[in-house]
Structures are given as structure tokens and as C-alpha cells.
């Protein structure tokens, strides 16, 4: 792939001094350089992407159990990062894009329909007297609930050489199994509008889509008019975001959506608090909201009969997820925020999206959604235990965040914790010790977390250091640390100036050749005696840079490179 310009840059006389560059290391073969007069721009990698709604399939006793099916393919401005940086195995669904000979391009651990039918599972044997299989809970949703087992995810489209799009879940043994395999051309041919056509503002806008990170906040249980009720408590969700570090910090690399949509009824279904006060509007039964968000196990109580503990059921999900996502292309979206207008309080988190109710006057509910997405977005784990709540360390296939651990000896988060700390940590050095190893966390006996508080802990707390750290690794794998528009090349009077703009917490340095060249505030120059007739290689590191960023990661520094010369 090489750099292009318009034809009136396109310089033909050869005694004009003029810059020829393309992408990778020339050859004997050159006649696909370009040369061109003013400027040339970086650009980045073409993150298109469309949005596949699937329905998952469960079936214990055929030779692949997990299988998929696209249900619709949805067209809109939609973009995903292409970047191949692995992140923690959180997940049990695989997502690859092939070329045409099965060489793998692209691919990524994802969430899916099986982290639901998981979670019911463990939450229904832990916390009730029957227990069930996960073959059991599949058949209980796809007669209760069916709509659940469709939700959405956004698939790259315009990878140089892609082909085919497939999904694997392992088996038993932990091997991989094809669960689909469809022609990428297929996904686009499908591809329509979405159905819907909500009301959707932009809150804040940093740039491109195609080089942020965009956040939607989403209504359901909000009636045509509780709208101004929404503005109000999506736009606190938006402020506490960026008040909160290290969100602060990389703000120019989010943009921030609200979309509305109106339900029929307001709140969510089975959002009785036990409050007399609270509940005089409550429903004990699925609602009709716009995506049926529910307190799902209480009602999974209700439709098996059996108590529980109130304070066990607090997590409320949609009902419809695959609704969710066709709302949420409106505008462009990597992360998702449900807010639910039920004055019971809940927090959720799972299949890149979050749900919050808004269950105070602002106050509270807004740091519980920045909690949330460091769950969705940060792949972090809770860092409290609560005697009521199961030990997700039970649940199969899952790893532990990278903010938990089940060990001291090693320690994974080693690099970050306080010179002279001794691990575990007593918590009687809680006010002492920034990084440690306190035990306590994940709802689970005998499980560490790096501080003795955080936002994983407290809501109302900052995150730690460690996991501070992860939402800064988080945020190098959804951009570019250079945006398509953020470095340019410009032909000067007196050879080249490199201009970089966008790089907010960044250290920007250039090699030519290998040989690092002075630049200040962000402009380096070469002179054309520097340069001159042959191909030299111009490195761009870019490198984020923080109080948060303790330990250098592959995630927070790149590298690009063009090959340049001027012409004889």
C-alpha cells in the first residue's frame, strides 16, 4: 500500500525538488512510488466494519454443540480497530477474519451468547436449591426468553485480503470448534439499514470515529416524555467520565453519544425494592421497554418459584440485546452504556456493554456507570467480596482479570507494587501502601487485588494504579497513539518538516535511518542534505506517556514508517 496524492500534486519535472515515499521498503521495481510536491499524510489502517446480529445455538448432544447463525446484517458509520495487540483470554468465543487460503488476519476473544447461558448457570447453582446444566438453561431462556439468545457484534469489513469471517468455541477439552463460517462478501451484501431511527446527539466530539474511542449512552424505561430526564442523566454519566481518571487524562481520544429511544413503560422489569415509598410503580414482571431490561434473577426466582436473597439479585440485564446493538449504530460506538430508569439500584457489565439504573438523583448511579465500564471496557474485575454474590472464579473457561489474583507467588502485577511492601499486604498498611496485595476481592476466598481501594472496589474511590494502568493499555488497542489526520509531511523551503498534531499524552520521537532527529513541540525538520537521492526510512515511535503509565506495554507504543527520498 502506498501514499497517493491528488493529481495536481503529482510533480512530473524532475528538477523540481519534490519527495517520493511510499509505505514499505522499496525494491529493484520503484515505479509505484509517488512523487509529490506539499504534503503527505500517515494515515492509518481502514477500520470499517458492519454490525452482525447472530443467534446462538446450543445443542449437548451434536458433534459441534455451539453453533451460530446471522440473523441480519446492519449498515451504518461503524468502525473496529484492526490492530492484532492480544488482550487477557476473557472470553470463549473466537472471532476471526481469513484470506482466501484459511491464513488468519485478524482475530480476537470475544463475548457471546455462551457468557449469558454461563452466568445464569452459576448464578442459579450458587444462589438457589436446584442446579442446572448449561444444555438446561439454554432450553429455560430459548422458552422464556428467545430473544436473548440473538446479540450483536461489530465484524471488520475492509481488511486488505479478507475473505472469510468465522467464530470457534472450544469443546470440552478446551479446542477449538467452527461454530461459523460465512464470506465476508456475504456480510456486506446483506448488509441494510437498521430498522430504527432514534433520536441520537453528540455530546462530545474529539475527532473521527475512525480514530476514537465513542462511547453511546442508550435510554430504556424512559417514556416519550421522561426525554429531558434522560438528557440530564445521560450528560451526568458523560461529566463523572471525564472527571475520572485516567479518562481525564486521554479525553481527547473519546467521543461521547446519547441515543433515545421510548418505551412504552418506565422502569425495569422486577425492580421492586422492598420500599414502600420506592414502590409504588414497581413491576414483578418482564416490562415493556424498549430493550426489556430485567433483574434477571429475580425473575428466574419467580419463574422457578423459589427465594432468594434480595441483595443477590441486583444485576439487571436487556432482554434484547440484539436490539441493542441495532439502536446503538446510530451513531458510531465502541462501548455501549444501558441506562435504565428504575430507582432499584443495579450495576452490570458483560458483552461490551454496561447497564446502570438510575436509581438516585444523580448523585451515585453516574460513578457506578464509570465502575461499570471499567468492567466492559477495562476487562476488569470486581475487587470486592460480598458474601452474597458467587465466586466468579467457578465460572469455566474465564480467566482472572488482570486486577485479581488467586497467587501471591508470582504476583502478576509484581512491576507496579510499592519498593518494600510486604505481599500479602495486611490491611493495616492500607494507608501506606499504594500497590500491594490485599486479600479480598472477586467475591472469592483467598483472591488478591493491588490496592485496598479502587473504583473496582468503591465506586466512589479513583481507580489503582494497576488498573489505571490497564484502562491506559486498553485505550492503545482501540486507536491509533498517531491519528489518520495527526502526522503529515510537508515539503518546505528548506527540505521537510514533520508536523504531528492529536498527541495528547504522547512522546513523540523520529529516526531517520535510525538516527533520532530533534524535534520540538511536536515538529521535527529535515533538511534536504539529510534526506538526499537514495530511500531512507523515517520512524515515527509514538509512546503514551502518564502518571499512569508505570510500566511500558506494547499496547501504549507504536511504531510507522515511510520510506522517503527526494528526487535527483
Known amino acids: 500500500m502506498f501514499f497517493s496524492s491528488c493529481e495536481d500534486d503529482v510533480v512530473v519535472n524532475e528538477r523540481e525538488s519534490v519527495i517520493e515515499a511510499q509505505f514499505s521498503e522499496p525494491t529493484s521495481d520503484e515505479s509505484t512510488a509517488e512523487s509529490i510536491k506539499e504534503s503527505i499524510d500517515f494515515g492509518t489502517e481502514n477500520r470499517d466494519a458492519v454490525l452482525v446480529i447472530l443467534r446462538g445455538y446450543l445443542d449437548p448432544g451434536a458433534t459441534i454443540p455451539f453453533r451460530f447463525e446471522v440473523s441480519r446484517v446492519v449498515s451504518a458509520e461503524l468502525f473496529r480497530d484492526v490492530d492484532r495487540i492480544k488482550v487477557p483470554n476473557r472470553f470463549i468465543t473466537q472471532a476471526q477474519i481469513l484470506d482466501e487460503n484459511g491464513l488468519v488476519l485478524w482475530d480476537e476473544n470475544v463475548d457471546s451468547l455462551f457468557q449469558v447461558l454461563e452466568f445464569l448457570k452459576l448464578v442459579i ?27 450483536g457484534m461489530l465484524v471488520p469489513s475492509s481488511i486488505v485480503d479478507a475473505k472469510i469471517f468465522r467464530l470457534a468455541v472450544p469443546d470440552e477439552d478446551g479446542t477449538l470448534v467452527e461454530a461459523l463460517k460465512v464470506p465476508i462478501a456475504d456480510l456486506i451484501k446483506e448488509a441494510a439499514p437498521s430498522r430504527f431511527e432514534p433520536r441520537a ?30 438528557d440530564a442523566d445521560a450528560r451526568a454519566v458523560e461529566k463523572r467520565f471525564f472527571e475520572t481518571e485516567p479518562f481525564k487524562s486521554y479525553a481527547n481520544d473519546f467521543n461521547f453519544h446519547t441515543v433515545f429511544i421510548p418505551s412504552a413503560e418506565n422502569g425495569a422489569g422486577y425492580d421492586c425494592t422492598g420500599n414502600a ?42 432482554l434484547n440485546i440484539a436490539k441493542l446493538y441495532e439502536v446503538a449504530s446510530s451513531v458510531p460506538f465502541d462501548q455501549i452504556i444501558l441506562l435504565s430508569n428504575s430507582e432499584r439500584s443495579s450495576g452490570f457489565a458483560g458483552l461490551y456493554f454496561s447497564v446502570v439504573t438510575a436509581y438516585d438523583d444523580r448523585i451515585d448511579f453516574p460513578d457506578t456507570a464509570v465502575h461499570e465500564l471499567g468492567h466492559s471496557y477495562g476487562l476488569l474485575g ?58 479480598g476481592a472477586y467475591s472469592c476466598e483467598g483472591h488478591f487485588r493491588p490496592s485496598a481501594t479502587c473504583k473496582m472496589r468503591n465506586s466512589d474511590h479513583e481507580f489503582c494504579a494497576v488498573c489505571s494502568q490497564q484502562l491506559v493499555n486498553r485505550i492503545g488497542t482501540g486507536i491509533d497513539a498517531i491519528s489518520s489526520d495527526g502526522l503529515k509531511i510537508n515539503r518546505t523551503k528548506d527540505g521537510i518538516s514533520i508536523t504531528a498534531s492529536d498527541i495528547q499524552n504522547r512522546q513523540l520521537q523520529f529516526f531517520l535511518a535510525d538516527v533520532l532527529i530533534s524535534s520540538k513541540d511536536g515538529v521535527a525538520q529535515i533538511s534536504e542534505s539529510q534526506l538526499g537521492p537514495e530511500w531512507k526510512e523515517l520512524k ?24 522517503l527520498r527526494f528526487l535527483p
Do not use: H
Not at 432450553?139 to 426468553?145: G, L, T
Not at 460480598?386 to 480467566?399: A, I, M
Not at 515515527?540 to 520510506?563: D, H
Open 382 to 439: 470486581d475487587e470486592y467480596s460480598n458474601t452474597n454474590d458467587p465466586c466468579f472464579s467457578n465460572e469455566p473457561k474465564v480467566s482472572l482479570p488482570v486486577n485479581i489474583a488467586s497467587t501471591v507467588s508470582p504476583l502478576k502485577w509484581k512491576a507496579l507494587v510499592d519498593e518494600g511492601a510486604p505481599i500479602p499486604t495486611p490491611d493495616t498498611l492500607a494507608n501506606s501502601v499504594s500497590v500491594g496485595a490485599f486479600e
Open 125 to 151: 447453582s450458587e444462589q438457589s436449591p436446584i442446579a442446572l446444566d448449561v444444555g438446561q438453561v439454554y432450553r429455560f431462556v430459548d422458552m422464556q426468553y428467545p430473544e436473548l439468545l440473538e446479540f
Open 201 to 230: 446527539k453528540t455530546l462530545v466530539n474529539n475527532g473521527k470515529p475512525a480514530d476514537k474511542i465513542d462511547v453511546v449512552v442508550i435510554a430504556d424505561g424512559y417514556q416519550a416524555d421522561n426525554e429531558d430526564k434522560f
Open 277 to 318: 415509598a420506592r414502590d409504588m410503580n414497581c413491576k414483578e414482571d418482564i416490562r415493556d421497554t424498549a430493550f426489556a431490561t430485567t433483574f434477571v434473577v429475580s425473575a428466574v426466582a419467580d419463574k422457578f418459584g423459589f427465594d432468594i436473597d434480595r441483595s443477590s439479585t441486583r444485576v439487571a440485564m436487556p
Open 540 to 563: 515515527v515511535v509514538a509512546e503514551f506517556t502518564s502518571q499512569f503509565v508505570k510500566v511500558p506495554t506494547a499496547q501504549s507504543k507504536v511504531e510507522k514508517s515511510i520510506w
